[in-house]
């Protein structure tokens, strides 16, 4: 079984358009997170959620919302997307204490 | 704040040479450290952990407070340690993760 699952794996759209990005994982971790790598190969953490709980923003726009219906998901929404947010987002879990479990990402191409 | 340094991009070594990936960190408490591993068109997986003290595909890391380094290293390198490797620092319980830049592992057949 997958530990960290997020869908969709590819993600082509055009500019303005608004997607979600779906993350689910089944360890019973408390944290998640979200990541975005750029073609760089650059990481950066956008946000964690902990016990549905907001715990770090970081200075990602405002267009960026996260939402985490439960423990176990943590959906990436995005509106009006723009050509610079192409990208691979990753999401990840972790325990109090653990270390991080990553998804396999989802490449995300802005035309 | 808490910064990760690696400061080589890429790093180039011939099969059965040392390997040795530099990370320094900048952090006022006391730093868990992690490297991760990304191979080609994969997901990022822990490689090690200092507070483990373990041996993971033949790769060590040891934490110097002193230097505030954690340097990742292998004795003989092989093909299939070709990959991006990123070391992080975790804090706030874990919750605030910084990671390093990433460097380019490619070994030489």
């Known amino acids: 079984d997958t530990a960290v699952s997020q869908t969709p794996k590819y993600l082509v759209t055009q500019m303005g358009n608004d997607k979600s990005i779906k993350c689910e994982q089944n360890?019973?971790?408390?944290?998640m997170y979200w990541y975005k790598q750029d073609s760089k190969k650059f990481l950066k953490i956008m946000f964690s959620?902990?016990?549905?709980?907001?715990?770090i923003n970081e200075t990602v726009p405002n267009r960026f919302s996260p939402k985490s219906p439960d423990k176990a998901h943590l959906n990436l929404h995005i509106n009006s997307l723009e050509l610079g947010d192409s990208a691979v987002y990753f999401c990840?879990?972790?325990?109090?204490?653990?270390?991080?479990?990553f998804g396999d990402g989802t490449r995300l191409s802005i035309l | 704040a808490q910064r990760v340094t690696q400061p080589e991009k890429l790093l180039s070594v011939f099969k059965g040479a040392p390997v040795e990936l530099k990370c320094n960190y900048s952090?006022?408490?006391?730093?868990?450290l992690f490297w991760y591993v990304q191979y080609s068109r994969q997901r990022l997986q822990l490689l090690l952990r200092?507070?483990s003290r373990e041996s993971i595909k033949g790769f060590t890391a040891d934490l110097n407070k002193g230097e505030t380094s954690f340097h990742l290293k292998k004795p003989f390198a092989q093909e299939e340690d070709s990959a991006m490797y990123y070391c992080?620092?975790?804090?706030?319980?874990?919750?605030?993760?910084?990671f390093g830049t990433g460097t380019k592992l490619q070994v030489i057949p």
């Open positions: 360890l019973g971790h408390d944290t």
């Open positions: 200092h507070i």
């Open positions: 990840a879990s972790s325990a109090t204490g653990g270390a991080q479990h």
């Open positions: 992080a620092l975790a804090s706030g319980g874990y919750q605030k993760v910084t």
């Open positions: 952090y006022s408490g006391s730093p868990e």
């Open positions: 959620y902990n016990n549905k709980e907001l715990i």
